[in-house]
């Protein structure tokens, strides 16, 4: 009797190709996120643009030509007075595109969607942009914070993506997001909390402080994922992209640490010395 042919698990589906992509995206990320300024700028209004991109072709059945372009030029600019430290000519920025987006789209109705839609990807962009900071270098302090922001939710979804798979049980949140489960979240929550408390010791930020931090950005981030989640569902679309393969599209891939990096600049905003660097 032959013995029965190997199969791939499910915790093995699209691995390769997820790894792959993730990998060639943190290569392009990379050289600009070490220079930060107008360099890593540049890039978040990129990306920022193509989730705009992506938005609007999800929330709009008929979308005009201009209908990209405010919300894109509007996010690029307030991105540009960020990198400057002129947050007060970005949120005029912001408040102007967000009325020119629901004026535009009066007449064909979804004006709510265009708004919100439009502020759902400025802000984290904004915050990416502002935790970053102009400093060049690994050693810099708006690197680590956003490195360290960055390695969390990461770790957090590697963790959240093997456990769920490996012990799978109950969904987390059936509606929402049906591959979800309980298990994958604290399983990301854990290898997210842990990374936190490494990098911090790493950093100098402390085990301790560090693997505190992580714990409300690892619930932010599944709140993002969740968010964008729900967001599809009522669009009724599946990916808001195919530009990443294995991934969806950039708001598919980013959708968790948006999310986090807003909650971690209020964090640091509202508790300055907690970062004692």
């Known amino acids: 009797m032959e013995p029965a042919p190997l199969t791939k698990t499910p915790i093995f ?11 060639l995206f943190a290569a392009i990320c990379i050289p600009p996120l070490y220079f930060g300024g107008w360099p890593w700028a540049i890039l978040v209004a990129l990306l920022g643009g193509r989730m705009m991109w992506e938005w609007v072709r999800m929330a709009d059945t008929q979308p005009t030509t201009i209908a990209y372009i405010i919300p894109i030029i509007g996010l690029a600019i307030a991105c540009f007075y960020i990198a400057q430290k002129n947050f007060g000519l970005a949120i005029l920025t912001v408040a102007i595109t967000t009325v020119l987006a629901i004026a535009e789209r009066a007449r064909r109705g979804g004006m709510l969607w265009s708004g919100l839609g439009y502020l759902y990807i400025v802000i984290p962009s904004l915050a990416i942009v502002g935790l970053r900071g102009i400093e060049n270098g690994f050693a ?12 969390i939710v990461i770790a957090a979804d590697v963790g959240a993506y093997f456990g769920g ?17 309980w298990s994958g979240f ?12 490494l990098v911090g010791h790493l950093i100098g930020l402390g ?44 708001l598919d891939r980013l959708d968790s640490l948006m999310l986090a990096v807003v909650g971690a600049v209020i964090i640091l905003y509202v508790t300055p010395d907690f970062w004692p660097l």
């Open 13 to 23: 589906k699209n691995v390769g190709v997820r790894a792959a992509t993730a990998l």
């Open 140 to 151: 810099t302090q708006g690197f680590t914070k956003l490195i360290y922001v960055i390695l």
């Open 165 to 181: 798979s490996f012990f799978k049980g109950p969904k987390m949140a059936p509606k929402l997001s049906p591959n979800k489960t």
């Open 186 to 197: 604290l399983s990301g929550l854990i290898l997210g909390a842990l990374m936190g408390g």
């Open 207 to 250: 085990f301790i402080l560090g693997l505190a931090l992580a714990i409300p950005l690892v619930i932010l981030s599944v709140l993002g994922d969740l968010l964008e989640s729900g967001l599809k569902r009522k669009l009724d679309v599946k990916d808001a992209g195919d530009l990443l393969p294995g991934h969806g599209g950039i």
